[in-house]
């Protein structure tokens, strides 16, 4: 049994979604407004950030709970290592670890908090209208990180190596949420484009082609598995 409290185009959500798709675990989902917590969300993490992940392995058993995308997903690598998503020898693992904070700190840094925050978060919040000055940073960024990605996949089957990985899924969680907003300019790196639609054509990535965002829709091409 196990629950995640969660907001739909948050890449750490996101992040966790795909992870436990991929290894076929069933879960709850209760969605949260981080501004307007739950007092179901505040018991179990007072900090009110998200994910929140409650696991019982077994169900007799009072459930583990955990916060932060990257732990979440390091602990269903290791509890539920069927399919491993952290693999290769300890070179390898590293490597995927590495981009996997490459996508969350500097990704994060340079595109996400400039379009994500701006364009979704500060209309959750009720913050006001995105500071467009600041979006175009992110716009400008996002060339800088797709190039990068293109070179990657121009070398190596996925991401961190020959083997679809946790570094995938953290890429694609990321990208997805800009992907949402149209702001992804895929024409012009179709080698990280391709990379994408394998994934965007994987099973576990359908429940995220459903999220909306109540009054903003997504581009038309946004659910499409060949766009």
């Known amino acids: 049994m196990r629950t995640l409290y969660h ?12 992870v436990l798709a991929e290894k076929s675990l069933d879960c709850d989902l209760i969605e949260e407004n981080v501004w307007k917590p739950s007092e179901e969300l505040l018991a179990v993490n007072p900090l009110r950030t998200l994910p929140v992940l409650m696991d ?5 058993e009072d459930p583990v709970t955990l916060s ?3 732990s979440i997903a390091e602990y269903l690598d290791e509890v539920y290592p069927e399919t491993k998503l952290i693999i290769g020898d300890s070179a390898e693992r590293a ?14 840094f340079e595109v996400g908090q400039n379009l994500f925050y701006e364009k979704i978060e500060k209309r959750l919040a009720g913050e006001g209208p995105p500071d467009m000055d600041v979006a175009r940073i ?6 800088y990180h797709l190039e990068y990605v293109s070179s990657l996949i121009e070398k190596r089957n996925w991401l961190a190596g020959d083997e679809f990985s946790l570094a995938d899924v953290t890429g694609a969680a990321h990208l997805s949420t800009i992907d949402y907003l149209g702001d992804v300019p895929w024409v012009h790196f179709p080698m990280a484009k391709d990379w994408y639609v394998r994934i965007k054509s994987r099973p576990s990535f359908r429940s ?14 946004y659910p499409d598995l060949d766009f």
């Open 56 to 60: 019982a392995p077994d169900d007799d």
């Open 138 to 143: 992110g716009l400008e960024n996002i060339s």
């Open 208 to 221: 995220l082609l459903s999220d909306r965002v109540p009054g903003m829709p997504p581009p038309r091409h």
């Open 68 to 70: 932060h995308g990257h």
């Open 95 to 108: 490597e995927i670890r590495r981009l996997c904070a490459w996508f969350e700190e500097r990704f994060d």
């Open 7 to 18: 907001t739909p185009l948050s890449p750490q959500c996101r992040k966790v979604r795909l």
